[in-house]
């Protein structure tokens, strides 16, 4: 028998759990373990491929009441399962409104729950943990427009904010190279509001030339030909155009072989690309009605000289300029950074997890504090990490470890106490969304429940 039912409601409205079943797996599913082994937490699930029929009787049914209020953790007596690979549905209650799920729950993807009233006033997610038996509900948000239930004065660095590493680098490349398993564009769509970009000046001898080449390290980003930082540009403008409450963050870096250097990219920033509105370039984090539908720039290089002078004075551009190098908590400036990216070995990999979910912590303990209060700093916290010579250590195998554990790690740990208002900062990672897998991304928007709540949404 499996351990008792622990459930997280991480939702702003009280939930009732109603009812539990009892169903055999159906004939047929099939069975696969995620395991990780060695010192990483274990995040494993069973996929069932085939659902239980709407009419299915179960072996067994109990009505309960079991109250769980809003951001609290109730560990109930009721075992998760009773037989060896049974599935338990759970029947919760919110404001009068039923609503179901089954779980385990498939790895590749959240469930959400299926509502047992025809007009739902709810969208809710569920995370479950199979090896703790947790189960974790969020409030659902569409993933492409979340940040229109959050209010104006709130400063960016406040939001808990799904980022990506590399962000541009989903195309054919090498494969310590390649970082991404989509499109920017997809991402955008699926609730990621952070790019992580480096770029090499393609004519460095001249300013005028706005050729931004894409690169990652040495290397461009695509094996079938140079791509261009103007229609990653083109691409993030054209969706903001339709997604007017939204703002993205751009993290812009010089890589690259050649003669340039950091002064040539500021110019051929200002002059070809952050001059007109859709940007904002001034050196201090904006609030989120000052960058609705605009473009963050966030510096990771040195201003020209003429740059200094920009806003009274006080320079161009979020200023990210030089943390430590592969540190894992640096405060520089308005950002306080974990970037650990020496995992020279899968036996780091660990220690990368767990100066992760540190940074996650000190994130979660901030408080916006009065909208008229200075701007918390802006937490910037990178899943990424490789080493070209170790497959074992190559960005995507990194990420099959790093996602889902960070996963389980904000459903059924992160912060847990009255500190702070529980956001994640920016969590920068790599290869979400492969197979439909925005798991993660989806937990991070997720944390943003409790900050709503304490501005009295």
């Not at 040539?264 to 960058?291: M, S, V």
């Not at 200094?308 to 308005?334: F, I």
């Not at 070209?388 to 059924?412: D, M, Q, R, S, Y």
Request: proline content about 7%.
């Amino acid at each position: 028998m499996a351990p008792p039912l622990t459930i997280r409601n991480l939702t702003s409205t009280p939930l009732n759990v109603r009812q539990l079943e009892r169903y055999p797996a159906p004939s047929g599913a099939i069975h696969s373990l995620n395991r990780f082994t060695g010192n990483i937490t274990s995040f494993t699930n069973n996929v069932t491929e085939t659902e239980i029929p709407d009419n299915a009787e179960p072996y067994a049914r109990e009505d309960v009441d079991i109250r769980v209020e809003p951001f609290a953790v109730v560990n109930t007596d009721k075992a998760a399962s009773e037989r060896a690979d049974d599935i338990l549905r759970v029947t919760i209650e919110l404001e009068g409104q039923r609503y179901r799920i089954d779980v385990p729950l498939p790895v590749a993807y959240t469930r959400t729950f299926t509502p047992l009233v025809p007009d739902p006033r709810f969208e809710l997610t569920a995370v479950y943990v199979k090896d703790d038996t947790f189960l974790t509900v969020y409030s659902s948000r569409d993933l492409a427009s979340w940040m229109q239930h959050l209010r104006d004065p709130t400063p960016l660095s406040a939001l808990s904010i799904p980022g990506t590493h590399n962000s541009p680098t989903c195309h054919k490349a090498l494969p310590s190279v390649r970082c991404q398993a989509v499109s920017p564009r997809a991402q955008l769509d699926n609730g990621v509001r952070f790019f992580d970009i480096r770029v090499q000046p393609e004519r460095p001898e001249d300013s005028g030339h706005d050729g931004l080449i894409l690169v990652h390290g040495v290397f461009p980003i695509s094996l079938t030909g140079n791509k261009y930082f103007r229609d990653l540009v083109n691409e993030t403008v054209s969706w903001l155009e339709g997604h007017g409450s939204e703002t993205v963050i751009f993290s812009v870096k010089r890589e690259g072989p050649g003669e340039h250097n950091d002064a040539q990219l500021a110019r051929i920033l200002r002059q070809h690309y952050a001059n007109n509105d859709r940007w904002w370039t001034e050196p201090r984090i904006p609030r989120l009605g000052e960058a609705r539908g605009k473009i963050v720039l966030m510096r990771r290089f040195a201003l020209a000289d003429e740059l200094r002078g920009e806003h009274d004075g006080r320079g161009w551009a979020l200023d990210a300029e030089n943390w430590a190098y592969n540190t894992p908590n640096d405060r520089h400036g308005e950002v306080v950074v974990q970037d650990f990216c020496e995992v020279l070995d899968t036996e780091n990999i660990d220690a990368k997890l767990r100066y992760a979910t540190e940074h996650l912590e000190r994130a979660g303990c901030e408080a916006c504090g009065d909208e008229n209060a200075p701007a918390p700093p802006l937490y910037l916290n990178f899943l990424s990490a490789s080493n070209f010579w170790k497959v074992g250590c190559w960005p995507e195998k990194i990420a099959a470890i790093l996602n889902p554990a960070v996963t389980k790690h904000l459903a059924t740990k992160h912060v847990q106490s009255g500190q702070g208002d529980w956001g994640t900062g920016v969590v920068i990672c790599d290869w979400v969304g492969e197979s439909g897998d925005w798991d993660l991304v989806r937990c991070i928007v997720g944390m943003n429940s409790k900050l709503m709540v304490r501005q009295g949404q």
